[in-house]
Structures are given as C-alpha cells and as structure tokens.
C-alpha cells in the first residue's frame, strides 16, 4: 500500500506546482508521513484517518502564516518605473508648447519630455504637478501659488 500512497504524494506535490495557493502541498507531505505509517501498519481505514487528520491540522496551522506572507492586498503595491513619479513635483527646464510638441521638465534628477494638461502652453522656470504618463510624456500641470 505504500506505493499508493507515493504515488498520491507525487501527484500533490505536482499540483502544488501548478496551482498558487500553497495548499495542496500539506496534502503531499501527509501523503509521505501516511506512506510510512504504512510500513507498521495494513489497515486502510488507520492509514486514511491518519492522512486526513494530518491533512487537516497541516493546513490548519499554517494558514495564518501563509496568509501573512501571501497578501492579496492591492494597496500595499508601490508603484514603479514611469508610474512613480505621477503626483510629484517638477520644474520645466525647456517651455512646454503644446502645438509643436516640445517641452521638458526635470524631476528627481531626471528630464522628461513633457505636454501641458489640455494642451496648455508652460514656461521655463514653472514649478508644475505631473498628472499622468502618456507613453513617454509627462502630461503636467502647473502648481498654483
């Protein structure tokens, strides 16, 4: 009986690593630990009980520790690349004239192509407010005193 119960252990250990909820694999190791179990024993229903209380007290207990580590909370997330400097401040260095398509700012050290918020026109020296990114463009607005 021990080789279905290695043979069951390989097919969770399998499904863990096709699935993400890291569940599956507390089935796998009450597979191995029922496995030796029956070494000492041939009664099925021993055998059974102790991969089902096993299984259940495995997951039990490492829920809440699991859960810590696996958080579904999309609030946390930080925001990277282009996306982190919307919401920042920046100084245009080149005027931003919305009709010809030029105009550059420099934020945290790096200078950005830039387009005014509804295609308005910023001078050099203006301390603006980026909105968004579109593409390569940092569409701003500028800071009211």
């Given at each position: 009986?021990?080789?279905?119960?290695?043979?069951?252990?390989?097919?969770?250990?399998?499904?863990?690593?096709?699935?993400?909820?890291?569940?599956?694999?507390?089935?796998?190791?009450?597979?191995?630990?029922?496995?030796?179990?029956?070494?000492?024993?041939?009664?099925?229903?021993?055998?059974?009980?102790?991969?089902?209380?096993?299984?259940?007290?495995?997951?039990?207990?490492?829920?809440?520790?699991?859960?810590?580590?696996?958080?579904?909370?999309?609030?946390?997330?930080?925001?990277?690349?282009?996306?982190?400097?919307?919401?920042?401040?920046?100084?245009?260095?080149?005027?931003?004239?919305?009709?010809?398509?030029?105009?550059?700012?420099?934020?945290?050290?790096?200078?950005?192509?830039?387009?005014?918020?509804?295609?308005?026109?910023?001078?050099?020296?203006?301390?603006?407010k980026i909105s968004k990114i579109d593409g390569v463009r940092a569409i701003v607005e500028p800071i009211s005193k």
């Amino acid at each position: 009986m021990w080789q279905f119960w290695l043979i069951a252990s390989g097919i969770f250990f399998i499904a863990e690593i096709i699935t993400t909820g890291f569940l599956v694999f507390w089935l796998g190791v009450s597979g191995l630990i029922t496995m030796c179990v029956s070494f000492f024993t041939d009664n099925l229903i021993i055998q059974t009980s102790v991969f089902v209380v096993l299984s259940a007290l495995l997951i039990l207990a490492t829920k809440p520790f699991v859960k810590k580590f696996v958080s579904k909370d999309t609030d946390k997330t930080e925001k990277t690349n282009a996306f982190s400097i919307i919401g920042k401040k920046a100084i245009v260095i080149k005027d931003i004239d919305s009709i010809n398509g030029v105009g550059q700012i420099k934020v945290d050290g790096e200078v950005w192509s830039a387009e005014g918020i509804n295609g308005s026109n910023i001078e050099k020296g203006t301390e603006v407010k980026i909105s968004k990114i579109d593409g390569v463009r940092a569409i701003v607005e500028p800071i009211s005193k």
